[in-house]
Structure formats: structure tokens, C-alpha cells
Nanobody, 117 residues
Framework: QVQLVESGGGLVQAGGSLRLSCAAS????????MGWYRQHPGKQRELVAT???????NYADSVKGRFTISRDNAKNTVYLQMNSLKPEDTAVYYC???????????WGQGTQVTVSS
């Protein structure tokens, strides 16, 4: 129902920045939450940040002050600005979409972020 296309991942040195984008297409429910999750090798997928249709945000403690999530509702796109990157930020980052009352949930295919020391 909803397709998510991620972009912006790559290789960056510690202290650098990356900006991830996720564009949603298909039948978009206007009331929704979009966000970013990440998964380290051999570990469970974890929350990075989420943002609702009206702009309410939620961040993992590990990224507060460094990452900023935003969205453009007209473009159905969510962004993750990542600053002051650390090697421990290395992971596959996944875009997530949840409709109101979590009736529908969708995931992007993931984009690799690698931070070198």
C-alpha cells in the first residue's frame, strides 16, 4: 500500500554528517508517524527517531542533540540529518511508516551508514 524509498547513506568519517531521505508513495494516510530505525550487525532493530504528521518528534537518547528528524508532508518525505557522527552510528538505517492507530505499517529496504574512525 505504501512504498518507501530511502537514499543518502554512505561512508563518512567520524565527526562528519549525512542526510538521509525517505520518500513515501502509494496510498498515504494523512495521519501517520514516520521514522528511522537502525540495526547493528547481530543486534535487534532499534528506534532512532520518529515524527508525526503534525511534527511531534521522539529521539533515542543516543542521538539526541546530534540527529534531527523532519518531514515535508507535501512531498511525503521524511529526512534524518545526522551530525557529529560516531563509529557506533554505523548500521543499516530503515525508514518506517505507521498509519493512525498503527493499522498499517511499512518498512523501507534500508540504507547502509558507515562511520569510520
Amino acid at each position: 500500500q505504501v512504498q518507501l524509498v530511502e537514499s543518502g547513506g554512505g561512508l563518512v568519517q567520524a565527526g562528519g554528517s549525512l542526510r538521509l531521505s525517505c520518500a513515501a508513495s502509494g496510498i498515504i494516510f494523512s495521519i501517520n508517524t514516520m521514522g528511522w530505525y537502525r540495526q547493528h550487525p547481530g543486534k535487534q532493530r532499534e528506534l532512532v527517531a520518529t515524527i508525526t504528521s503534525i511534527g511531534s518528534t521522539n529521539y533515542a537518547d543516543s542521538v539526541k542533540g546530534r540527529f534531527t528528524i523532519s518531514r515535508d508532508n507535501a512531498k511525503n518525505t521524511v529526512y534524518l540529518q545526522m551530525n557529529s557522527l560516531k563509529p557506533e552510528d554505523t548500521a543499516v538505517y530503515y525508514c518506517n511508516f505507521k498509519s493512525a492507530r498503527t493499522i498499517y505499517e511499512h518498512w523501507g529496504q534500508g540504507t547502509q551508514v558507515t562511520v569510520s574512525s
